[in-house]
């Protein structure tokens, strides 16, 4: 296991989350937080960057005007953004962060950029996510 993972892996826990995956080969965590309204948050280190990934909601005929309103929305959050997955169904929040250089701190703060945007946004996506 290598340093940063096992580094990274005391933050998560130190927050308050919890590891409900963990492949060390991959380089990969899940991570819940249900009172903040994670699941199955994504984190992974992709050396030099650490990726983190949460699935928000699949769309089958997206419009231009919710891709619009995403794109819009990206400019209201703190840290990460609204993404596309390469099947281009997928709209997940990502961030990345750089390893090298990475304390507790801007890991939380990243964190709390996607529970801040749940909270906020959450009931928009959900409208969103019925087409």
Not at 11 to 34: A, P, S
Request: with cysteine; net charge negative; charged share 25%.
């Amino acid at each position: 296991m290598s340093d940063n993972f096992q580094k990274i892996k005391n933050y998560i826990i130190e927050l308050g989350h919890t590891v409900t995956h963990e492949n060390i080969e991959d380089q990969v965590f899940v991570i819940d937080n249900e009172n903040l309204g994670i699941k199955n948050l994504v984190v992974g280190c992709a050396e030099p960057i650490l990726i983190i990934e949460q699935y928000i909601f699949e769309t089958k005929s997206g419009s231009n005007e919710m891709f619009r309103e995403l794109l819009q929305k990206n400019r209201d959050i703190v840290h990460g953004a609204f993404v596309l997955d390469e099947t281009g169904e997928k709209i997940i929040f990502r961030d990345t962060l750089q390893i090298e250089n990475l304390d507790q701190n801007e890991l939380e703060g990243s964190i709390n950029s996607l529970t801040l945007l749940l909270s906020e946004y959450g009931n928009r996506l959900i409208e969103l996510s019925k087409g």
